[in-house]
Each structure stands twice: as C-alpha cells, then as structure tokens.
C-alpha cells in the first residue's frame, strides 16, 4: 500500500474535470461515506477501471458523479436493477449500489429484496439519513415514528423500517450496520461488503440536520454525531444487554455474514456445465 | 419447435422468430418479466441463453427492473432486450426514458394485446402506438418498428438491433398477438445473410474521451464500462463529459444532437413496404398483422378492377413520411385500418394534408379487421 | 409418391375440449404441411385458461401460395372432438367442406354430411393409451386429406414429438390411417375430386 496521507488518497480518486463545489450540506455525513468508500477501494488495491458506482436519486445519489470511477447514476430506486444488469454482464467489476433511504427501502424496496433473495454479487450501501433529503425534508419509509417532516407536519404516526432484519429477512448474504460516526469500524464492514461473496449490505447512518436534525430538535449537526456516538453499540455488546437496557440503542457491526457465492458465480457455474454437455454431445 | 437441418426452415410462433432474429443479430442479454402474450420469448430466451457460448438471461421482479438490466447489460457493452405486453410496456417507460438520455443501445419489443389496464390479455390490438412514441417522459426522439408476419418478425428484430446499436437509440419493436401467436414456416438466414451492426467504441485513448461529444452522425462512440474508459452516466441533462448541467447552451446542444440522430438518417430507418402501388387510386396504409388482412383485401379489389395498392409501415416512428408523400401523387383515397380507435391515421392526416380522402377502419374488440371489412371500403373508392 | 396438389387457402379447424391434445394436433400436423409437405401454413390458437381447460381451438390455413390472412374463417375441414365445439363452430364450415366428429362425443351432428369415428374408444383399446387419441385423429385425417403423404406426416410427427412417446404415436397414427381407410372410403370421393389417372 502507499504510503499516503488520507486526504491525499482521497484527491487521486477524485475527478478533476468535475466542476465543484458538490451538492452537499455542511454537516452531511454523505462525504464521510463517499471517503470511507475510496480508502476502502485504495487499501483493497481494486483498480479503478473495476469499481463501478451506480447510485440512485437523492443527496447519495449524487455522489457517484465524483469520482474517477465507473459511475452512474440511476433513477429512483432502481440502482440495483442497473447493477443486476451490469454484474451478469461482466462478474469481474465490483458493482457498488450507492441508495438513500427512501431511494432503496421505498421505491426501491421491490429491487432490494429480489437483489438480496437472488443473491446477485453487488454491494449495496444504504445511506440512512432518516429523511428525502433532496426534495426537501418529506418523511421517508426511515423517518423514526413520532417525528416531524414536511409531509408528517404533526407527527410520523408510521412505524420506520429496519433495514437491517428487511435485509436479514429478504435472505440477503451479508448484512452490517455502520455510523458516520464510528468510521474505522464503517471502512472495516465496507472493506468486507466489497469482498465478500454475493449480496452484502451496509447500511450507514449518516445525519442530515438540514431536512431532518433541525426540526427535530437536534440544535446542530455536531449534536446529530453526538447522538450517534451515545446511540450506537456494537452488536455483540447489544445482544448482552438486558430488553430494559437496551432502549433506543441501535446495533452496529455485522448481522449477518453467509459466504453463499453470488448469482453470477452460480449462472456461469451452469453455463459452463451446459457448453461442457454440449461439446460431449457434439464429440459423439 | 420442429427444426430441420438441411433447409434451415422452421415452423414457429412469432415469438420464436422473435429470439431467433435477435440470436442472429448477436443479443447476449435478456432481462425480463413474463406476460402474456409476450412470454413465449422470455421461455425461449431462459432455456437458449444459459447453453448460448456467451449468452445471460435473468428474471427480473418486475418491468422497471427488467429495463434496468437490460441498460446496465447494454452499457456493460452487450447487445441486450427484454420483451413485454400491454402493462408491462407502461411501467417500462420510466427506463426507456433513461436509454434515450443515456443513449444506451437495447432493443424492446411489446407484443400489443387489448388494453387500457389488464384489457384483453390473450386477444390483439394496437392500441400502443402513440404510446411507444410518447409513452416516457419528456421530448425523446425513439425508433418505432412493427412486424407483420413470422419471417418479419425475425427480420425486423435484426434491424431493431441494427438500429439501436447505429444510433445508440432504445428501439421498441411492436407486433401484436396475432403475429406473436400465429406459427408459421420460416426460413432462417445462414450467417452472413444479414448486415449485423455493432456499437462503435472509442479508438482515442481514454483521457481524450467524451462519453457525450458532439460528432458528424450525432452517435458518439461507446465503450463497454470496465474496459478503461471510465465515465460518467446519467439520466440528468449532462454535457459532454457527460456531468449534469443546466446550461441552456450545454442541454440545447444535447437535446438537438438526440433527436438529429435518428432525423438525418431518415433513409436508413424508415422502412415501408408497397404492393401494387405505383398506379393506384386506393392505398391501404396498415401495419402488423393488420397488413396480412389488407393485402388480401387489396389483391381480391384488383381482381375486380380497383386499383388498389398497400402501403406497409414497417417502421411507424419517425413516421415514414417521404414514402407517403410520393403515393400521394397519384392516390384518391387512403383507407387505414388499426385496431385502436384511430393512432397511426393521425399521422397519415397529418402528412396528407387534405390531399387525399382518409377513411378509418377502427376495430377495438380483440378481434382482428378482416379482409372483407376493408375490402368495403376499399370498394367505396 | 403424389404430387403437391395446388392448394388456394385450405382451411382446417380442430376444435373440442382442453385436455384432449388439439394444440399438439394442430402443431404437429402444420408442422407436417409446412416442413414436410412444402406448403405455406399459419397456425393459430385459443390462448388463456381456456387452452388448458374447457374448450380449446386449433386452426391452420394450408396453401400453395403466400398466405396474406393468417386466420382461419371460411372452414373447409371441420374437425369437432366435442359437442359444444361441433356446435360452435359448425356454421363456419364452407358449403361442401367437410365435417370430422368424435362419433361417441358428438351425440347430436348437426347435419347428416358428417364423418365419424370413435376416436377415443379407439385410442384407449387398441393403442391402451387414451391420450393418443388426438394422433389417432391425426392419421385418419391423412388419409381424408387429398394432399397429405401418410409417410411424409408420419415421419414429421416422429421429428416433433420427443423420443420416449414416439412409437405408441405411430401406432396411433396408422391405426387412425387404417380405420379412416375402412370407414370414410377414398379421399378424392369425400371431397369430390375426380381420382387420380
């Protein structure tokens, strides 16, 4: 590995013909994602013309356009169809789904759950931020019951969704949580949903005190990442504590890890077989 | 279904020929969802692809995700399609949207069955045509084909890829359940029969790439993703480099190049076909299986004296207008039979321009228009 | 070996109930036409639920020249494997087309021009095989057809059909030949064609 400075990575893998600034907002966890994402390809040494980014709508979805890449952007909901398409095509490219929460779980949450029953070999990271973010702050299927947003004005009376057992349900290969905040821990599960065999989701949580934090009663963004520290505990501590300690805490770390090989692993398996019979038949 | 070796003749469904044609014009890819009447394409596909030396079929949930596939395998660099039907065409329009914007070649063809919603499932109609045009979103330019008999629907299934991979253009190719449904005997082409056309990808070295130049043809080349061109896709308005922009200057150029594109090569896509046309008073203009009908009506008016002639549309959009305006020379009378309430006879109006008497027959209860009905009116002059 | 006999628009219909093998009838015998024979043929189907029950159609339009109309209108054989069928579709059929009844099905022929046979007893007695029975109609119909090589369809049905049913359909189809032979009489008389020199 080179010997590098973070930030110095972080400019070989940016574009340098891409106009800035990006569209994010001071405070967004976004960028933490979008860096975590680059030291992880860096420090797994995958080139850059195997990594292919394919990314929804939404703040997430915008941060594919920025860097050097294969990347696309999608529409709502479907970046996974996309990567499907893409990872049949040629198993060799790493096919990392960037989604928001609304992007994936609403919309997208037929995809998601087909993505992850039929196992096909995509990293799909889940970028949580509680909130539709670039339409202006309207409740999303993450948005925790109770609290406000332009579209629940007097309160969620739904329940959120918990991406992890959705994930853990729909027979996904792989399932982890991570923070904005816990970042070591987030690049050490990314590194591992980029690896691993099959379908492997990450969901990250990751603040958005413009549309959500501030009307909510987060003062401001450092307040959100102070939550987040008090909030997350690792999983193994998690399953230790007793039903009253655990109260609003949230899990973080790996929730699921099976090895199965991916669909494309399994489909080229067949096809080989197929060709092999063929040729025997052909020889007679 | 029976094959026989030695004359490559087949008897098939139209949908057979459909997977036949688009094996020969080189599809490695098929992504979709079954309904009927199209699935007969998506089975056939599921059980050739997998045992085809470089072929990949995956069932998707649902519509959207299968066109989702279909342009994630075409810019992965395959020739990729999906098939569908009535509903299924509707909720692939979001993605058809994105293949334009993307300029991501891949072909889709929609068996047409009765609508609107769930409609008549197993019974034709065409009553999908202006929304092939116009169903996504947006000013889009789109290539339109229809095919009318089984040897067309392999026939037109080539040109669809053809054209898709020449303009990088999605391509809809429509026929309806009848040719969907019908087995016929066809003859399947040797290799090299066929002019098969593949993308042009880039020769300049990849820092010199701009996935969305501006070029003589308005096609920029296209490299498969992964092979050290490394860009960036969007279905934003984007510039060259293909960065989302809302410059008036950088979307105007785009949007002009899209639809140049498949204008100036109006010769090369639009096709039509004429029977007995060169000195009739009556012209038939139909398409699909509307235009078997229509042909046997156009040979019994003939026989009693009529001249009558039929001018098949092949391609429906852009509409093949320099091919009408030259009947129109000679032609009293326009007869158009469509089984919707009146689609294509909009265009045929508009190019006319009052010239020509146009007089529709509308048939909207599953059942297809017979000879005889348009024989009548071919017979009114 | 006959010569291909001229055909302008010959249209057949196989009609009866889902279950009864009428799609594979007609498949099998377009495919024998088409490949076998050399003639232009379009088939067309009942799709939907009722292709697998209640009642099913199968029709080929047979002819020397391009078929423009790909469906079936104007019957010249009528093949009704049972009554709702036979009742159906009996006004379709063309003045001097022939009508073919499943003779213990049909109780009720609408007419006293009528062809029939036992084709399901047959199939279930001499074949032991009571879904044979479409082929045994299949072999009878190719003795009744002016245009059609017993040789020709019976090697074409054995191309289409798969290896493990191929022979108990043989016997099918050349029992369906022999008793056609017995009962209906020779072709050319049924459709009223002078024979052959």
Same mark, same amino acid.
């Given at each position: 590995m080179n010997e590098v400075t973070g930030n110095e990575i972080i400019h070989q893998y940016l574009r340098h013909n891409k106009k800035f600034p990006h569209v994010l907002c001071a405070g967004c966890g976004h960028g933490i994602v979008l860096g975590s994402l680059i030291r992880s390809v860096h420090s797994l040494d995958i080139p850059k013309d195997d990594v292919v980014i394919v990314a929804g709508i939404g703040c997430s979805g915008r941060?594919?356009?920025?860097?050097?890449?294969?990347t696309i952007h999608t529409t709502h909901g479907r970046a996974l169809t996309f990567a499907t398409g893409i990872k049949m095509s040629n198993p060799k490219l790493k096919v990392i789904c960037i989604m928001g929460d609304g992007d994936a779980l609403s919309i997208g949450g037929n995809h998601l759950i087909h993505a992850a029953r039929r196992n096909i070999g995509v990293t799909a990271l889940i970028l949580n931020n509680?909130?539709?973010?670039? +339409?202006?702050?309207q409740s999303s299927?993450? +948005?925790?019951?109770?609290s406000t947003s332009m579209t629940a004005?007097?309160?969620?009376l739904e329940e959120s969704f918990d991406t992890v057992s959705l994930g853990q349900g729909a027979g996904a290969n792989y399932v982890a949580r991570g923070t904005v905040f816990h970042v070591q821990k987030l690049e050490r599960l990314m590194c591992e949903a980029i690896t691993k065999p099959g379908f492997n989701m990450l969901e990250v949580l990751t603040p958005c005190h413009t549309q959500y934090g501030r009307k909510n009663k987060f003062k401001g963004p450092v307040d959100m990442y102070k939550w987040l520290k008090k909030t997350a505990v690792p999983v193994e501590r998690y399953q230790e504590m007793k039903e009253e300690q655990r109260g609003d805490r949230i899990p973080i770390g790996v929730?699921?890890?099976?090895g199965n090989p991916g669909l494309e692993e399994r489909y080229f398996g067949l096809k080989k077989e197929l060709l092999a019979k063929q040729q025997a038949a052909e020889g007679k | 279904m029976a094959r026989r070796k030695k004359k490559q003749e087949i008897f098939a469904l139209g949908n057979e020929a459909v997977v036949e044609g688009a094996l020969i014009a080189g599809c490695t890819f098929y992504g979709g969802y079954p309904i009927t009447p199209s699935s007969e394409i998506m089975e056939i596909m599921a059980s050739r692809l997998p045992a085809h030396e470089d072929g990949v079929f995956v069932q998707m949930e649902d519509e959207i995700a299968s066109m989702g596939a279909v342009i994630g395998a075409s810019l992965a660099g395959r020739k990729a399609m999906t098939a569908t039907s009535g509903p299924g065409f509707s909720l692939m329009q979001e993605h058809l949207g994105y293949a334009c914007m993307a300029e991501a070649p891949c072909v889709l063809v929609n068996v047409m069955r009765g609508?609107?919603?769930?409609?008549?499932?197993t019974s034709p109609a065409q009553g999908d045509v202006l929304q092939a045009r116009?169903?996504?979103?947006?000013?889009h330019p789109i290539i339109v084909l229809s095919a009318a008999d089984v040897q067309e629907c392999l026939e037109m299934t080539i040109k669809a890829f053809n054209m898709a991979e020449k303009y990088r253009t999605p391509v809809i190719l429509l026929i309806d359940e009848i040719t969907a449904h019908t087995r016929e005997k066809i003859e399947l082409p040797n290799p090299g029969d066929y002019e098969i056309h593949s993308r042009v990808v880039p020769s300049m070295p990849p820092e010199w790439y701009k996935p969305y130049e501006e070029t003589v043809r308005g096609v920029p080349p296209m490299p498969p993703i992964g092979s050290g061109y490394r860009f960036h896709v969007t279905?934003?308005?984007?510039?060259r480099n293909g960065y989302p922009t809302s410059r008036p200057d950088e979307v105007d150029e785009l949007m002009q190049r899209m639809h140049r594109k498949i204008d100036q090569f109006f010769y090369d896509i639009q096709l039509t076909e004429e029977t007995t046309?060169?000195?009739?008073?009556v012209v038939v203009v139909a398409y699909g299986s509307v235009a078997r009908s229509a042909e046997f009506a156009v040979q019994q008016a003939r026989e009693s004296g009529v001249k009558a002639g039929l001018l098949k549309l092949q391609t429906l959009f852009p509409y093949p207008r320099r091919a009408m305006e030259k009947l129109l020379?000679?032609?009293r009378t326009l007869v158009v039979p469509e089984m919707n309430m009146g689609q294509i006879s909009r265009e045929v109006k508009r190019v006319n321009m009052g010239r020509a008497s146009v007089r529709t027959i509308n048939r909207v209860d599953g059942q297809i228009i017979t000879p005889s009905e348009i024989l009548k009116v071919i017979m009114q002059g | 070996m006959k010569q291909p006999m001229e055909l302008q628009r010959f249209e057949i219909r196989f009609s009866g109930l889902?279950?009864?093998?009428i799609i594979t009838l007609g498949k099998v015998m377009g495919a024998g036409l088409a490949l076998g024979h050399g003639y232009n043929v379009t088939q067309t189907q009942s799709y939907g639920p009722e292709a697998r029950g209640g009642s099913s159609r199968c029709d080929l339009v047979v002819s020397s020249g391009r078929i423009?109309?790909?469906?079936?209108?104007?019957?010249?054989l009528l093949v009704a494997l049972s009554q709702e069928a036979c009742n159906a579709y009996?006004?379709?059929?063309?003045?001097g087309g022939v009508l073919v009844i499943e003779s213990d099905i049909v109780?009720?022929?609408?007419?006293?021009h009528y062809l029939g046979l036992p084709f399901t007893q047959l199939a279930k007695d001499k074949?032991?095989?009571?879904?044979a029975m479409n082929t045994v109609v299949l072999g009878a119909l190719t003795h009744l057809l002016?245009?059609?090589?017993q040789r020709v369809m019976r090697k074409s049905m054995e191309e289409t059909?798969?290896?493990?049913?191929r022979a108990v359909n043989v016997k099918a189809f050349n029992l369906g030949h022999r008793e056609a032979k017995k009962h209906f009489g020779e072709s050319p008389e049924v459709w009223g064609v002078a024979p052959e020199e």
């Amino acid at each position: 590995m080179n010997e590098v400075t973070g930030n110095e990575i972080i400019h070989q893998y940016l574009r340098h013909n891409k106009k800035f600034p990006h569209v994010l907002c001071a405070g967004c966890g976004h960028g933490i994602v979008l860096g975590s994402l680059i030291r992880s390809v860096h420090s797994l040494d995958i080139p850059k013309d195997d990594v292919v980014i394919v990314a929804g709508i939404g703040c997430s979805g915008r941060l594919a356009v920025y860097v050097d890449f294969n990347t696309i952007h999608t529409t709502h909901g479907r970046a996974l169809t996309f990567a499907t398409g893409i990872k049949m095509s040629n198993p060799k490219l790493k096919v990392i789904c960037i989604m928001g929460d609304g992007d994936a779980l609403s919309i997208g949450g037929n995809h998601l759950i087909h993505a992850a029953r039929r196992n096909i070999g995509v990293t799909a990271l889940i970028l949580n931020n509680n909130i539709y973010g670039m +339409t202006g702050g309207q409740s999303s299927p993450a +948005t925790p019951s109770g609290s406000t947003s332009m579209t629940a004005p007097f309160g969620q009376l739904e329940e959120s969704f918990d991406t992890v057992s959705l994930g853990q349900g729909a027979g996904a290969n792989y399932v982890a949580r991570g923070t904005v905040f816990h970042v070591q821990k987030l690049e050490r599960l990314m590194c591992e949903a980029i690896t691993k065999p099959g379908f492997n989701m990450l969901e990250v949580l990751t603040p958005c005190h413009t549309q959500y934090g501030r009307k909510n009663k987060f003062k401001g963004p450092v307040d959100m990442y102070k939550w987040l520290k008090k909030t997350a505990v690792p999983v193994e501590r998690y399953q230790e504590m007793k039903e009253e300690q655990r109260g609003d805490r949230i899990p973080i770390g790996v929730f699921t890890d099976k090895g199965n090989p991916g669909l494309e692993e399994r489909y080229f398996g067949l096809k080989k077989e197929l060709l092999a019979k063929q040729q025997a038949a052909e020889g007679k | 279904m029976a094959r026989r070796k030695k004359k490559q003749e087949i008897f098939a469904l139209g949908n057979e020929a459909v997977v036949e044609g688009a094996l020969i014009a080189g599809c490695t890819f098929y992504g979709g969802y079954p309904i009927t009447p199209s699935s007969e394409i998506m089975e056939i596909m599921a059980s050739r692809l997998p045992a085809h030396e470089d072929g990949v079929f995956v069932q998707m949930e649902d519509e959207i995700a299968s066109m989702g596939a279909v342009i994630g395998a075409s810019l992965a660099g395959r020739k990729a399609m999906t098939a569908t039907s009535g509903p299924g065409f509707s909720l692939m329009q979001e993605h058809l949207g994105y293949a334009c914007m993307a300029e991501a070649p891949c072909v889709l063809v929609n068996v047409m069955r009765g609508g609107p919603s769930t409609g008549l499932p197993t019974s034709p109609a065409q009553g999908d045509v202006l929304q092939a045009r116009w169903g996504t979103h947006g000013d889009h330019p789109i290539i339109v084909l229809s095919a009318a008999d089984v040897q067309e629907c392999l026939e037109m299934t080539i040109k669809a890829f053809n054209m898709a991979e020449k303009y990088r253009t999605p391509v809809i190719l429509l026929i309806d359940e009848i040719t969907a449904h019908t087995r016929e005997k066809i003859e399947l082409p040797n290799p090299g029969d066929y002019e098969i056309h593949s993308r042009v990808v880039p020769s300049m070295p990849p820092e010199w790439y701009k996935p969305y130049e501006e070029t003589v043809r308005g096609v920029p080349p296209m490299p498969p993703i992964g092979s050290g061109y490394r860009f960036h896709v969007t279905g934003l308005t984007h510039d060259r480099n293909g960065y989302p922009t809302s410059r008036p200057d950088e979307v105007d150029e785009l949007m002009q190049r899209m639809h140049r594109k498949i204008d100036q090569f109006f010769y090369d896509i639009q096709l039509t076909e004429e029977t007995t046309c060169d000195d009739a008073d009556v012209v038939v203009v139909a398409y699909g299986s509307v235009a078997r009908s229509a042909e046997f009506a156009v040979q019994q008016a003939r026989e009693s004296g009529v001249k009558a002639g039929l001018l098949k549309l092949q391609t429906l959009f852009p509409y093949p207008r320099r091919a009408m305006e030259k009947l129109l020379a000679h032609a009293r009378t326009l007869v158009v039979p469509e089984m919707n309430m009146g689609q294509i006879s909009r265009e045929v109006k508009r190019v006319n321009m009052g010239r020509a008497s146009v007089r529709t027959i509308n048939r909207v209860d599953g059942q297809i228009i017979t000879p005889s009905e348009i024989l009548k009116v071919i017979m009114q002059g | 070996m006959k010569q291909p006999m001229e055909l302008q628009r010959f249209e057949i219909r196989f009609s009866g109930l889902g279950g009864q093998g009428i799609i594979t009838l007609g498949k099998v015998m377009g495919a024998g036409l088409a490949l076998g024979h050399g003639y232009n043929v379009t088939q067309t189907q009942s799709y939907g639920p009722e292709a697998r029950g209640g009642s099913s159609r199968c029709d080929l339009v047979v002819s020397s020249g391009r078929i423009s109309f790909p469906k079936a209108e104007s019957l010249d054989l009528l093949v009704a494997l049972s009554q709702e069928a036979c009742n159906a579709y009996y006004p379709y059929l063309k003045p001097g087309g022939v009508l073919v009844i499943e003779s213990d099905i049909v109780k009720q022929p609408p007419t006293n021009h009528y062809l029939g046979l036992p084709f399901t007893q047959l199939a279930k007695d001499k074949v032991g095989i009571v879904q044979a029975m479409n082929t045994v109609v299949l072999g009878a119909l190719t003795h009744l057809l002016p245009f059609t090589v017993q040789r020709v369809m019976r090697k074409s049905m054995e191309e289409t059909l798969p290896a493990k049913i191929r022979a108990v359909n043989v016997k099918a189809f050349n029992l369906g030949h022999r008793e056609a032979k017995k009962h209906f009489g020779e072709s050319p008389e049924v459709w009223g064609v002078a024979p052959e020199e």
